[in-house]
């Protein structure tokens, strides 16, 4: 991937509005550290802030929120499996007179909001602004919603319909990878989520913030489910063909068995063998064999083994 260039946005100001809102493109820790001293950020938070492989929080740090959230956004969609290769991170700081933004990655839908409902008037608050950065975060896992769901329907069809031989253990793990990954996600998110969305103070933004959370979490959940379930089959199809090939071999053995052991007894070349002079002694021996595979399947028949 190439190199992100380092930026620093100012999305909202105060001259305009009540608040502000900064927004740093993979910004270097003294730029970080600079604005932490600027609004008074602490350490910790800072910290977690540079972290790239931060999974979703949400904290209350003296007069400031501090909150972290993953952005489905993946490296390489078909292996990726987690959560840094699957999601980019972006780290937020809000209080009631500022924003900040920081993300290693490119995210258009930032300035779009800014846009749309900032620069609008829309927005009247930061808190405004995280709801629809959060909105937008959750609708980034529309995208996967729809691939993952033909997946689980192109390896049912091959489990049920195709031919049995085609390796699909190595898909089907990565669907199972990426669902779980992203129930994780979304899981770690609903405190998130809830803090926005109290029960006693909801209100219709925030309220459509939840309702989208509800419904993603659901779809992935389902989604994990028909996976699992799926690979369940798979293995008990796996292994009824196991114990399908060896019932054929295991018939094919006890027809051959008493065959192979006359054909040892008259292979011994012993010299006092009678049976090797008579005249009807291969005939007889072919018949006997006959026979004997007459005997078995009658017995497997009647025992309904073939």
Known sequence: MPKQQRMLKQLASKQKHTYEWIDLLNPDESEVHELAVRYGLHEASVIDALQQDHLPKYELVKDYVFLILRIYDPVNEVEADTAPELTNKLAIFISDSYIIT????????LEQISRDT????????????????????????????GKLTSAIEYYEEQVFLKDKHKPI??????VKRKVDVIRRLLLLTYESVDRLDPTDTSNAYSRDLRDLYVKQQTIFDTLSENTNHLLGIYFSISAQRTNETIRVLTIFSVFFMPLTFIVGIYGMNFEHMPELKWKL????VMILMLLIVVIILTWFKRKRWL
């Open 118 to 145: 900032v620069e609008t008037g829309v927005c009247k608050n930061p808190r405004h602004v995280l709801l629809q950065i959060m909105k937008a975060g959750l609708h980034t896992y529309d995208r996967p919603i």
């Open 281 to 284: 002694g291969y005939p007889g």
């Open 169 to 174: 253990l190595k898909g089907l793990y990565f």
């Open 102 to 109: 920081i993300h290693r990655s490119e995210w258009a839908q």
